[in-house]
């Protein structure tokens, strides 16, 4: 097939790469002169301007935007009245799925059809293949069906869960979730749960980190008391080699353990990270959407919350928290570890 693709970073990039090695033509916008050239050597068009990127596609047109959420709305403004009846208008990003319900009603009434994709992946798509999630009509869904399924993963190495009939696209690793707003839906929990894995891992590693601290008679924190039993706390654990263990045979072993376990052996103290880290929206609205319907989602409102707090958004609290002490108590603050 033809596809337009606005948005050509990391994985806007590599997904083109994706779709040129399995035969496809793609034509891609480049704002930043140059930004393309690497996919022009690899058989891509590039073009500068939206009026030209329609221009080169052969109509019914099939447009791709990767770009941040919040750029959506701006790029749609310019890019649809270029396009026309029967073309289709994907959104590969982290929209949020009540923007999807909006802006596909907008684009029907010019007659273009619109599909929201939550996409997984990351950097390590290109050769590993893409998780699709997939909102819209019917008929689009259909009509994109060979670019899906050369975007995913396929198959692989994955075994058919037992019992499962057979004849889903999820089994290749796409599939069309339901109609507007169902894709972004999928990939806005799917956000939210990655959020409550990582910080499962973060935290038990933390654990086995901290395991030692009895070898000096009391913990390392001078703000904790004395260790009743400093002996149970002996311990010197590898965790770069526990994290390879756990890969292995074990009941908790996922991608986000094989990343940990690279990411352990490549700094084993994590020296390099300061240890803030962001949220991109869609654990924001995984905990909304749970509040808005009911739903109790415990784990993974801490996991988002444990991100405020690591970007110092918690300190005024503890700060608080220290000053009640002194006051009902007259507790002053113990001088930190040098």
């Known amino acids: 097939m033809q596809l337009g693709m606005i948005g050509i970073g990391r994985m806007g ?29 690899e058989g891509a068009v590039a ?55 909006r802006r596909s009603e907008a684009l029907r009434a010019r007659g273009i059809r619109y599909l929201d994709v939550g996409t997984s992946g990351g950097v390590w798509g290109l050769d590993r293949g893409y998780c699709l999630m997939i909102g819209g009509e ?7 069906d060979p670019v899906f399924r050369d975007l995913a993963p396929g198959v692989g190495q994955v075994a058919p869960t037992p019992g499962r009939p057979a004849g889903s696209t999820a089994e290749q690793g796409y599939f069309h979730c339901g109609p507007s707003g169902a894709g972004h839906f999928v990939k806005m929990i799917h956000n939210g749960i990655e959020y409550g894995l990582m910080a499962a891992y973060a935290e038990g590693f933390n654990i086995l980190r901290h395991a030692n601290i009895g070898s000096g008679g009391q913990a390392s924190d001078a703000e904790t008391a004395p260790l ?13 080699d526990i994290a390879e263990l756990w890969r292995r045979g074990s009941v908790i072993p996922s991608w986000l353990l094989d990343l940990s376990a690279r990411a352990l052996a490549e700094q084993p103290t994590l020296a390099g990270f ?38 110092g958004h918690g300190d005024f609290a503890a700060q608080l928290l220290s000053a009640l002490r002194a006051q009902f108590g007259g507790h002053g603050e113990r001088p930190a570890e040098g």
Do not use: K
């Open 274 to 311: 300061a240890g803030r880290v962001s949220d991109s929206g869609e654990g924001r609205w995984t905990i909304n959407a749970a509040v808005e319907a009911g739903v109790p989602a415990p784990v993974l409102s801490a996991a988002l919350f444990q991100r405020f707090g690591s970007r």
């Open 228 to 240: 009743a039993h400093p002996e149970h706390f002996r311990y010197d654990f590898n965790l770069a």
């Open 47 to 101: 073009v500068a301007a939206y009026g030209e990127l329609v221009a080169r596609l052969a109509a019914p047109r099939v447009v791709w935007l990767m770009v941040p959420a919040a750029a959506v709305d701006g790029v749609i403004a310019e890019l649809a009245p270029l396009l026309a009846p029967g073309d289709i208008l994907v959104d590969g990003g982290n929209s949020h799925y009540q923007d999807d319900l």
């Open 13 to 41: 990039g590599d997904m083109v790469r994706r779709l040129l090695r399995r035969g496809h033509a793609c034509v891609v916008y480049a704002r930043r002169a140059g930004a393309a050239d690497t996919l022009v050597e």
């Open 138 to 144: 019917d008929e689009a869904v259909r009509r994109l």
